[in-house]
């Protein structure tokens, strides 16, 4: 599941801005204005009231000219497996962080690109939309298109959990998790966002019902990893009802060795690491694996 909120970016020169990011802002802002407008503190002490467009963009420590670059030379890759390793090994090392999503069923959602602090969902989120961009400004289009289903910026549509990137981007990826599992894999029936006690994880999303694929991790031989690409995104299968993975990374291929490039919450770590991939999905339930299209 995606999480909530953070600061502004609104288009004027002058802006007193916070912390190290140029997108950075520190506005008075009426979230629940039909038209969005706020307030903002200008050099020379004046304020000024204007329309805002609904949009954070956070940049940290990249600019857009560095995106631009990296989005060009991306763009010259063919395969895609090998365009999202290139892609997501400029994310290690970014921190770690939680609720950098504003929406809610009682909060108006905004397009948030906060590349400064990332979690596990807005980490693949943000890589998936790299890879089929060739330029900031499409890097931003496209992103509405993998976040959101019909690429509308509403809470309602927002690709909550994982296995709604195969059922509703599934000209971006495909669920491949049977093909590479084969007799090996399991299906587990879920209603998704439906927890035991009948409530719900994110309130005003509807529940749904979807069979799930997966490969037990002790299943997972040499035969099975063989098949799995580079550039192909992993879900940690979770056993609790109403969730469909409990977290979410890309598996990397270089030579013999394979791992798990994910941002990790683990608080040894806290930030974007690549971590040796049998060793990492020992002992959980098992993977769901969605590869690029």
């Not at 060793?279 to 993977?287: E, V």
Request: with cysteine.
């Amino acid at each position: 599941m995606y999480d909530n909120t953070e600061n502004k970016r609104e288009k004027t020169p002058h802006i007193v801005r916070a912390g190290n990011s140029p997108y950075s802002t520190t506005p008075s802002v009426n979230r629940d204005s039909p038209l969005g407008y706020a307030q903002f503190a200008i050099a020379g002490s004046k304020r000024v009231s204007y329309f805002m467009e609904r949009e954070t963009i956070i940049l940290g420590g990249w600019t857009e000219d560095k995106l631009d670059h990296i989005l060009r030379e991306a763009s010259e890759i063919r395969e895609a497996g090998e365009r999202i390793d290139f892609i997501s090994k400029h994310f290690l090392g970014i921190d770690y962080k939680e609720s950098t999503l504003t929406g809610a069923i009682n909060r108006r959602e905004e397009l948030v690109m906060n590349l400064g602090g990332i979690d596990c969902f807005t980490f693949i989120d943000y890589v998936e939309a790299m890879r089929l961009s060739a330029s900031f400004p499409e890097f931003k289009e496209i992103l509405k298109k993998v976040r959101y289903r019909s690429g509308e910026v509403v809470f309602t549509n927002r690709n909550h959990f994982f296995t709604d990137w195969a059922e509703f981007n599934s000209g971006f990826v495909r669920d491949v998790t049977g093909q590479l599992g084969g007799r090996k894999a399991a299906t587990a029936h879920k209603e998704l966002n439906k927890k035991e006690d009948g409530t719900c994880y994110l309130e005003g999303i509807r529940s749904r019902q979807r069979e799930i694929g997966y490969i037990p991790s002790d299943a997972i031989d040499r035969s099975v990893a063989d098949k799995i690409k580079t550039g192909d995104y992993i879900g940690i299968y979770s056993m609790a009802q109403g969730l469909d993975v409990s977290h979410a990374g890309i598996f990397i291929r270089h030579g013999e060795e394979t791992c798990l490039r994910h941002a990790s919450s683990a608080k040894e770590h806290r930030k974007v690491i690549d971590q040796d991939f049998k060793s990492y999905i020992a002992g959980k339930p098992g993977i769901i694996v969605l590869r690029p299209e």
